[in-house]
């Protein structure tokens, strides 16, 4: 048997559980143990170098160090060939398996919950293919996005997807999360722009469906079933890509607004006044404004302090019209007396700064404690009234704040609820859930909002103020539970508030289908407890 002791950084040791602490009543499957012979049958598959068993922190905790497992084994491989091998000999052994990409994810859907052997993908970064008629690009599931993106830039193109995260996430791991991002109200769903792609499944078999075509009216589009799906039917290895082109003219405005109506109406404005060129449409209210200048020291470019923010990116080819259809909408909205400043960038630079505003809101409240990562869909009018239902909520502990950031251009608005600091002061306030604020951000265009209640350690009070207060309220509203995360670990028992019994039902026969011996990312997505 392999055993590998792992040892947590400082921050771990504060904020990272494991999941079978911060989930009691989740037992461990019925799935087997590793043996000194699965580890040369791995090693044999994949090489020496495909196979690691220590220094496996990194794999073990997520991004936030909220949770850990407790793997003993990483087994990357370089090939799909190779990939096969190792999924055909998981399977037949029943050794239970985690796919994880970059390990980004916010949801603790790409960690290990107990022992389960990690499939890294990060060893199959390759670009195989891309073609510059098309605007067509293959690779394989283990590119970062941000390695993607500067490739076909070089040919004209943008990748159709852009997050605070391309530096470290694999596009593998964007598909089977079917991640959102920022440009959602530009480019659509990354789903739409999926031409073909192949994957493995646990028995082995490969299902190559990787194509250049745009019309493929063959019957079942079998690979939207593997977008979403969390790695928990089979593993994404390549996927083609249709590519729009690389915009000439990017232009960014940002305005302070009072109240959040006044938000909403400068996005009805954008709307109205730039119509296609728009692609991109955030909002923070100023809180966010206030973590991100004093945590990263990222200055605002309006003189005072706002209630909240509004920000609009447009991208274009024909620099002159874009500008002057920016312009004209800048003079409707001041017209309409939704803002009371703003400023155009200037510059490439001065845009650049005015969106690492809007993306570093999340970075910047990390350091803070532990993170509760909630991401959830809304009709736009109602995205605000959540946070003020949060706000109401934990005010029985204390002093309490609420801020918010967010995509309008796709609804998604994120939630925070966060502690400052941990002193006496503030514990003789609070009582034993100290300094609570609610941090709300999101993409108001797709009515996505995130919710992030962090403390200064795990407190199950806090848990417990918010969930499951914050899906109920979603369901109340017709929402989504969850608009760009995932279910992973964290959200899987309450699928129930979005999903109708009966898809539910017919999620888990996919997954019968498809997985038979359920060793395909056990715990995620579905739920483990009634």
Same mark, same amino acid.
């Given at each position: 048997?392999?055993?590998?002791?792992?040892?947590?950084?400082?921050?771990?040791?504060?904020?990272? @559980?494991?999941?079978?602490?911060?989930?009691?009543?989740?037992?461990?499957?019925?799935?087997?143990?590793?043996?000194?012979?699965? *580890?040369?049958?791995?090693?044999?598959?994949?090489?020496?170098?495909?196979?690691?068993?220590?220094?496996?922190?990194?794999?073990?905790?997520?991004?936030?160090?909220?949770?850990?497992? #407790?793997?003993?084994?990483? !087994?990357?491989?370089?090939?799909?060939?190779?990939?096969?091998?190792?999924?055909?000999?998981?399977?037949?052994?029943?050794?239970?398996?985690?796919?994880?990409?970059?390990?980004?994810?916010?949801?603790?859907?790409?960690?290990?919950?107990?022992?389960?052997?990690?499939?890294?993908?990060?060893?199959?970064?390759?670009?195989?293919?891309?073609?510059?008629?098309?605007?067509?690009?293959?690779?394989?599931?283990?590119?970062?996005?941000?390695?993607?993106?500067?490739?076909?830039?070089?040919?004209?193109?943008?990748?159709?997807?852009?997050?605070?995260?391309?530096?470290?996430?694999?596009?593998?791991?964007?598909?089977?999360?079917?991640?959102?991002?920022?440009?959602?109200? @530009?480019?659509?769903?990354?789903?739409?722009?999926?031409?073909?792609?192949?994957?493995?499944?646990?028995?082995?078999?490969?299902?190559?469906?990787?194509?250049?075509?745009?019309?493929?009216?063959?019957?079942?589009?079998?690979?939207?079933?593997?977008?979403?799906?969390?790695?928990?039917?089979?593993?994404?290895?390549?996927?083609?890509?249709?590519?729009?082109?690389?915009?000439?003219?990017?232009?960014?405005?940002?305005?302070?607004?009072?109240?959040?109506?006044?938000?909403?109406?400068?996005? @009805? &404005?954008?709307?109205?006044?730039?119509?296609?060129?728009?692609?991109?449409?955030?909002?923070?209210?100023?809180?966010?404004?206030?973590?991100?200048?004093?945590? *990263?020291?990222?200055?605002?470019?309006?003189?005072?302090?706002?209630?909240?923010?509004?920000?609009?990116?447009?991208?274009?080819?024909?620099?002159?019209?874009?500008?002057?259809?920016?312009?004209?909408? &800048?003079?409707?909205? #001041?017209?309409?007396?939704?803002?009371?400043?703003?400023?155009?960038?200037?510059?490439?630079?001065?845009?650049?700064?005015?969106?690492?505003?809007?993306?570093?809101?999340?970075?910047?409240?990390?350091?803070?404690?532990?993170?509760?990562?909630?991401?959830?869909?809304?009709?736009?009018?109602?995205?605000?009234?959540?946070?003020?239902?949060?706000?109401?909520?934990?005010?029985?502990?204390?002093?309490?704040?609420?801020?918010?950031?967010?995509?309008?251009?796709?609804?998604?608005?994120?939630?925070?609820?966060?502690?400052?600091?941990?002193?006496?002061?503030?514990?003789?306030?609070?009582?034993?859930?100290?300094?609570?604020?609610?941090?709300?951000?999101?993409?108001?265009?797709?009515?996505?909002?995130?919710?992030?209640?962090?403390?200064?350690?795990?407190?199950?009070?806090?848990?417990?103020?918010?969930?499951?207060?914050?899906?109920?309220? !979603?369901?109340?509203?017709?929402?989504?539970?969850?608009?760009?995360?995932?279910?992973?670990?964290?959200?899987?028992?309450?699928?129930?508030?979005?999903?109708?019994?009966?898809?539910?039902?017919?999620?888990?026969?996919?997954?019968?289908?498809?997985?038979?011996?359920?060793?395909?990312?056990?715990?995620?997505?579905?739920?483990?407890?009634?």
């Amino acid at each position: 048997m392999i055993r590998q002791i792992v040892k947590l950084s400082p921050l771990c040791a504060q904020c990272c @559980r494991h999941g079978s602490k911060l989930y009691p009543d989740l037992n461990r499957g019925e799935y087997s143990r590793i043996s000194d012979g699965d *580890l040369n049958t791995f090693t044999s598959i994949v090489g020496s170098n495909g196979v690691k068993t220590e220094e496996l922190e990194h794999y073990n905790s997520d991004w936030l160090n909220t949770v850990s497992g #407790f793997t003993e084994l990483v !087994v990357s491989p370089k090939t799909v060939d190779e990939l096969s091998a190792v999924l055909k000999h998981c399977n037949s052994q029943r050794l239970a398996v985690v796919p994880q990409g970059g390990n980004t994810g916010l949801v603790g859907g790409s960690n290990p919950v107990f022992d389960e052997i990690v499939l890294s993908l990060e060893r199959m970064n390759g670009i195989t293919h891309i073609d510059p008629d098309a605007g067509v690009v293959e690779c394989e599931a283990g590119v970062i996005l941000q390695t993607l993106s500067d490739k076909v830039a070089e040919h004209g193109y943008t990748v159709p997807l852009d997050l605070g995260a391309r530096g470290s996430c694999f596009i593998g791991g964007n598909l089977a999360t079917h991640a959102g991002g920022l440009r959602v109200i @530009r480019y659509g769903q990354l789903r739409a722009s999926v031409l073909g792609m192949r994957v493995v499944l646990p028995s082995g078999q490969i299902l190559d469906g990787r194509s250049n075509m745009r019309k493929d009216n063959t019957g079942y589009d079998i690979k939207q079933l593997f977008i979403g799906s969390e790695g928990t039917l089979g593993v994404i290895s390549d996927v083609s890509l249709l590519l729009p082109q690389t915009p000439v003219s990017v232009n960014t405005a940002l305005f302070g607004c009072q109240s959040f109506e006044d938000v909403v109406k400068c996005y @009805r &404005i954008s709307r109205q006044y730039l119509g296609e060129i728009v692609s991109a449409c955030e909002f923070m209210d100023s809180l966010c404004m206030t973590s991100v200048q004093d945590n *990263l020291g990222l200055a605002s470019p309006l003189e005072d302090n706002h209630n909240f923010y509004f920000l609009v990116e447009t991208s274009g080819m024909n620099n002159d019209h874009d500008m002057e259809k920016l312009e004209n909408c &800048i003079e409707a909205v #001041f017209e309409a007396g939704c803002a009371d400043d703003g400023v155009m960038a200037a510059s490439q630079d001065q845009a650049r700064h005015m969106m690492s505003l809007r993306e570093n809101v999340a970075p910047a409240l990390k350091p803070l404690g532990y993170n509760y990562k909630y991401d959830v869909s809304l009709p736009i009018k109602d995205m605000y009234s959540l946070v003020e239902s949060i706000r109401e909520k934990i005010s029985c502990i204390g002093n309490s704040f609420a801020l918010g950031y967010g995509h309008l251009g796709d609804n998604n608005l994120h939630l925070n609820a966060l502690t400052p600091h941990y002193d006496k002061e503030v514990k003789q306030v609070l009582g034993s859930v100290p300094g609570t604020l609610v941090a709300a951000y999101g993409h108001v265009g797709d009515g996505d909002l995130h919710f992030n209640p962090i403390t200064p350690k795990y407190d199950p009070k806090a848990l417990s103020l918010i969930e499951p207060f914050v899906y109920e309220e !979603v369901a109340r509203m017709r929402g989504s539970i969850s608009a760009e995360h995932g279910m992973g670990l964290k959200k899987a028992n309450y699928l129930k508030y979005s999903k109708d019994p009966g898809l539910i039902e017919l999620m888990r026969t996919l997954k019968d289908v498809f997985d038979p011996q359920g060793i395909m990312n056990p715990y995620k997505l579905l739920p483990w407890k009634d």
